[in-house]
């Protein structure tokens, strides 16, 4: 309690705010008791009473949060933590692999800022059925709810499993096809799945496999599995039987000309559905042999040989059912594992927000008898730890981007600023950034890829022009052939380089800010082993990305707080390459902007080989003009500075307000309200192991 007591004093950025270790130590202002168990003062008296956490009523109402610029918070009843697994370093195995694909093509989902395309919706129709065919409706069903596995993210808003009632009804089908192909050429779609499943006619398998779909439709179409009245989508009665067979030899016949993982894992596709072992069997043989395994991930590659991978519902789907198959695995142990904590608010009755101390719907201050919540801290910190993480990586959901710690943050202030006053003491605050500016904002450069000549020169431009200043922090994967060039272009230009990892633990990241590569080569974010990682080799920062916070900030790691200090969650600008516009930047942009709103360090997330220009559209579209634009290592560094308890001390000498700084601090304001007196607001420059006089600022 006393390590949670220590890192919620460090966010307060209060400078009397202190933790001590007996109450005796106290010599002035109030004591609010962390734990239980520390008894009173002796001889103290009820007015002198320290305020306690103690368990209040449980509420089941939601509760409403009031914090600056009338923004409102309503705080959570249940935290999601999503673990999503993609393969790096995993032992092959057939589930493995089913894991990462199908986590690898759920996040190409959420990273997508287009609705679903019609390929998907057609490959996501085809997989459902062939779970409920093979598997049973069971499994049917678990394949569908992990398509919408997260409720806030974009990606499944318009799928249409569901809308119809049998499995292959013609018009559905061809509405469906019409979507995915186009209207000009849906017919020719059906006429190629007619000559598929043609005994006479011997079929253009190449054109016929350049759309793989079109050979697990027509496997669903032949399949026997309790469908005996079933008529194909041309209306023909089935010849199962003698269909079925000619397909299987087709795709035999075929399966040494395969170019792409798709094409093979249509093959197997339709081979489980047509319960033919033999073609199935070679389809396994094909893809566990070397040119179709990656280095240090179990992800199927794309093309033999090569690095990119095959992300298809298809795909991904065929593979699952080979870890059904194969390993006696379940569909759901081959999820994302979500795991939901629960929360529950307690207080001392309801109260209206605007009028309240602490601003919330929910009495969590008890003033006349000195008691408040301890859900407020207990829920906080459950918020803000890191999670466990042993194999995979925290997916980070819409969710995340919600302003609930930083609004238990400023109950917390409220409160603490209410004891400050009737205990007869000053209230201080300090803002974090310099006079003049309310909000802070750096821009992270993830450098994946080389990046296109001229794209620097225009970053750097943007930055400088429509940003306010130099702020750019470019972290570069270790040993990558393109570093060098970009090194040198930004090399005396205020911008700051760190380390984009992949393992950690193999990587030098001494006195560098550390952030996390999202590839299938790399253990991506994973919590607390993350920070623990950084700390060790002594990076200079690190990131933790299950919360939104006002500035950087040490991360709770369940038993006490990490060492090395952590940025909250960048806003991502683009979520892929191929972004031209904000539509992916958008599901932040509110949250962004609320950000701007209670003065807090916002970092744009983007790509130098991606398109220059949505940087500067996304400072236009949020406001982002005139705040401190620097660097994340300088934010960092005065952040440090200015909210490390100790750090800073403010007196009344011969009537003037001073402060004393263990480190030099340009333009600090500080807010500063006298014993029964009104607000004033101060400035000065902290001067190292001095004190300096604080002037007030002008409106």
């Known amino acids: 309690m006393r390590e949670a007591g220590q890192l919620l004093a460090t966010v307060m950025r209060r400078p009397d705010l202190q933790v001590i270790e007996n109450p005796s130590q106290c010599t002035n202002g109030r004591l609010i008791m962390l734990d239980p ?33 009338g923004l409102h918070v309503t705080l959570p009843d249940t935290i999601d933590c999503i673990q999503e697994d993609n393969g790096y370093l995993a ?6 692999r089913a894991k990462a694909m199908l986590s690898i093509a759920w996040r190409r989902f959420r990273k997508s800022s287009n609705q679903m395309s019609g390929d998907d919706l057609l490959e996501s129709h085809l997989c459902s059925v062939m779970f409920r065919r093979v598997f049973g409706k069971n499994v049917q069903a678990e394949f569908e709810a992990w398509l ?11 799928a249409a ?38 005994v006479e006619e011997v079929p253009d398998m190449g054109r016929i496999m350049s759309r793989p779909s079109i050979v697990a439709h027509a496997a669903l179409a032949l399949s026997e599995e309790g469908e005996s009245g079933l008529t194909n989508t041309l209306g023909t009665s089935q010849r199962n039987s003698e269909t079925g ?93 979500n795991e939901q904590v629960s929360i529950q608010w307690e207080g001392f009755g309801s109260q209206q927000p605007e009028s309240s101390i602490e601003g919330t719907s929910l009495r969590f201050f008890d003033p006349e008898r000195r008691r408040i919540s301890v859900s407020l801290l207990d829920n906080w910190l459950k918020l803000i730890e890191q999670p466990d993480i042993r194999q995979g990586q925290l997916c980070i959901s819409d969710s995340r981007y919600e302003q609930t710690v930083e609004a238990i943050e400023m109950v917390w202030g409220r409160i603490i600023d209410a004891i400050a006053t009737e205990a007869g003491q000053p209230v201080v605050r300090t803002r974090p950034w310099p006079r003049g500016t309310g909000f802070a904002v750096s821009v992270r450069y993830d450098v994946d890829r080389p990046v296109p ?38 090399d005396d230009r205020g911008q700051e380089e760190g380390l ?54 040490p991360a709770w790691l369940g038993d006490r707080a990490s060492v090395v200090w952590a940025f909250p969650l960048h806003f991502p600008v683009e979520g892929s390459i191929t ?62 500075s200015l909210s490390t308890p100790g750090n800073i001390r403010v007196e009344i000498r011969d009537e003037q307000v001073t402060a004393w700084s263990r480190n030099e601090v340009k333009d600090v304001v500080f807010e500063f309200i006298p014993p029964g007196g009104d607000l004033l607001v101060l400035h000065g420059d902290l001067k190292a192991g001095e004190f300096v006089t604080l002037h007030p600022m002008t409106q």
């Open 37 to 69: 168990e520390d008894a009173c003062p002796a001889g103290s008296s009820h007015a002198d009473a320290p305020y306690r956490l103690v368990p209040g009523t449980v509420d089941g109402c939601p509760v409403e949060c009031r914090l600056a610029e």
């Open 579 to 640: 972004e031209q516009d904000l539509s992916y930047f958008e599901r932040y942009a509110k949250s962004c902007v609320r950000q701007k709103k209670i003065s807090a360090h916002i970092v744009l997330g983007a790509h130098p080989d991606c398109r220059p220009e949505l940087v500067r559209l996304a400072v236009e579209h949020c406001g982002l003009e005139g705040g401190w634009a620097v660097p994340m290592k300088d934010v960092l560094a005065r952040i440090q």
């Open 148 to 158: 919408r596995l997260d409720g806030q993210a974009s990606f499944l808003q318009h």
């Open 500 to 553: 984009h990892s992949t393992r950690l633990t193999d990587e030098s990241c001494k006195g560098l800010g550390v952030t996390a590569h999202s590839s299938q080569y790399s253990q991506y974010f994973h919590g607390r082993t993350s920070l623990l990682d950084a700390e060790a080799g002594g990076a200079l920062y690190a990131e933790q990305m299950n919360h939104l916070a006002t500035a950087p900030r």
């Open 245 to 337: 067979n000619s397909l299987g030899m087709r795709l035999e016949s075929w399966l040494p000309n395969c170019r792409n993982a798709k094409q093979l894992c249509a093959i197997g596709f339709a081979a489980i559905v047509l319960k033919r072992q033999a073609l199935l069997e070679k389809v396994v043989q094909i893809i566990q042999s070397g040119e179709w395994v990656l280095e240090d991930s179990v992800l199927l590659p794309l093309v033999p040989g090569k690095a990119n991978i095959e992300r298809s519902l298809l795909a991904s789907g065929f593979v699952a059912a080979l870890a059904m198959r194969m390993e006696g695995a379940s569909f759901s142990s081959l999820l994302p594992r």
């Open 91 to 96: 032992e092959m195995t057939m589930s493995n």
């Open 453 to 490: 000549e001229g794209n620097i020169d225009r970053i750097l431009d943007i930055q400088n022009r429509a940003i306010g200043g130099m702020c750019g922090s470019w972290f570069f994967i270790e040993g990558a052939e393109h570093n060098e060039p970009v090194r040198e272009s930004i």
């Open 161 to 198: 499993i569901g809308r119809f009632e049998g499995d292959l009804d013609d018009p559905y089908l061809r509405e469906m096809i019409s979507e995915c192909l186009g209207n000009e050429v849906s017919e020719s779609y059906f006429e190629n799945l007619d000559r598929l499943t043609s």
